[in-house]
């Protein structure tokens, strides 16, 4: 197995271990389609090879695991009328996404930098998530008119204590010992010891005795003084009794009147439409496997990519950078509820996702 250095995802064979790194830092190893496209095939091939007892994934540079998917890409089709081809980039990484959720060797993501989106996608699903100093995490989906997928919908309402939900619709970023609090991490590594322990993964012996040889406790969560809050106030079933408990807590002039005024505030901010999916991913997702949740995902994104938000999102924030969106509809309260549950309804050309280990 030949990869070229200078390739945006090098994947290669050390010991027992098949590892895959990303290869973009300038780009902030930001997952484009041509990178999904060899990631895929070579874990089929890894997970027939008795000689790969498991998987690696890490990425290049200090800053970054992985940024998220290529938004500016994708906005640029849409904007050309090429939806199809930025639907093809959704389709492929949801059946990646969910072939590293079903692989059947151990999967070890090695997470240090920022991890947002389409990052997510390809370090969550599996059953060893490793967090170092630089780990840093969001889905931010909502502040580009989109919605956390690549499995969110599976795993965020899934986290305790509502943080799941909290961190979608806020699209907050927290740090390692909060992703470890919640469970988004299974692990915390310092950064420095992170060579010594690809070194003892790919020397073989077992995956979590390597780990646990590696690991630190990290600080407490810097949400652990407002977990009750986040858990009262996120559980609720709507985003107006949300912002509502938010908007009452402010007005009480506890010791998190600030945290709840900012957090309403923040959330006002972002795409009414895109809040209001992700509410209804939080909704269904508790009852959807991983699989149901990709092709629930790929069925919301198809409306996405046809409809304002998302293009006005990107513009904003990535194109034109004047951080001033104009939301179509402009606040929640013009949102039909019909509207969004029919991001959910089938579509003609519905996800097919792999078999596990195909």
């Not at 652990?224 to 986040?230: F, G, P, T, Y």
């Not at 209804?280 to 009852?287: D, I, L, V």
């Not at 496997?289 to 293009?311: P, Q």
Request: overall charge negative; aromatic content about 8%.
């Amino acid at each position: 197995m030949e990869t070229r250095p200078d390739a945006d995802v090098i994947l290669e064979r050390k010991g027992e271990a098949g590892v895959i790194t990303l290869n973009r830092p300038k780009a902030l190893n930001a997952l484009n389609l041509p990178m999904v496209r060899e990631i895929l095939p070579q874990l089929r091939a890894w997970a027939k090879d008795p000689a790969v007892t498991r998987v690696i994934i890490k990425a290049a540079g200090e800053k970054s695991f992985c940024a998220g998917g290529d938004v500016r890409t994708l906005y640029d089709q849409g904007r050309a009328g090429h939806t199809a081809e930025a639907l093809d980039f959704w389709r492929e990484e949801y059946v990646l996404n969910h072939y590293i959720g079903t692989f059947p060797k151990p999967y070890v993501a090695l997470v240090d930098g920022i991890c947002m989106g389409g990052g997510f996608g390809l370090s969550a699903h599996g059953p060893y998530r490793v967090a170092g100093d630089r780990y840093l995490f969001a889905m931010p989906e909502v502040n580009i008119g989109l919605f956390p997928d690549v499995g969110g919908t599976h795993v965020l309402p899934r986290l305790p204590g509502a943080f799941g939900v909290f961190l979608a619709v806020t699209g907050v970023r927290i740090r390692a010992p909060e992703a470890y609090a919640c469970g988004l991490v299974t692990a915390v590594v310092p950064s420095a010891a992170f060579p010594a322990l690809e070194e003892a993964l790919c020397a073989g012996g077992d995956v979590a005795a390597a780990i646990a040889a590696h690991q630190v406790v990290p600080p407490p969560s810097a949400f652990a003084d407002r977990a009750e809050l986040i858990a009262d106030v996120f559980s609720r079933g709507s985003l107006e009794a949300i912002l509502s408990a938010l908007d009452e807590t402010a007005a009480g002039g506890g010791p998190f009147a600030d945290f709840a005024a900012a957090t309403a505030k923040d959330i006002r901010a972002k795409s009414p439409t895109s809040l209001s999916i992700t509410m209804e991913q939080m909704r269904r997702g508790p009852a959807l496997d991983l699989g149901e949740s990709l092709k629930a995902e790929f069925r919301a994104v198809t409306r996405v990519a046809a409809g304002h938000d998302f293009y006005e999102g990107v513009r904003a924030v990535l194109v034109d950078r004047d951080n001033a969106p104009k939301w179509q509809p402009a606040t929640l309260a013009d949102v039909d509820p019909k509207v969004i549950a029919a991001h959910f309804d089938p579509i003609p050309d519905e996800l097919e996702l792999l078999a596990p280990g195909a």
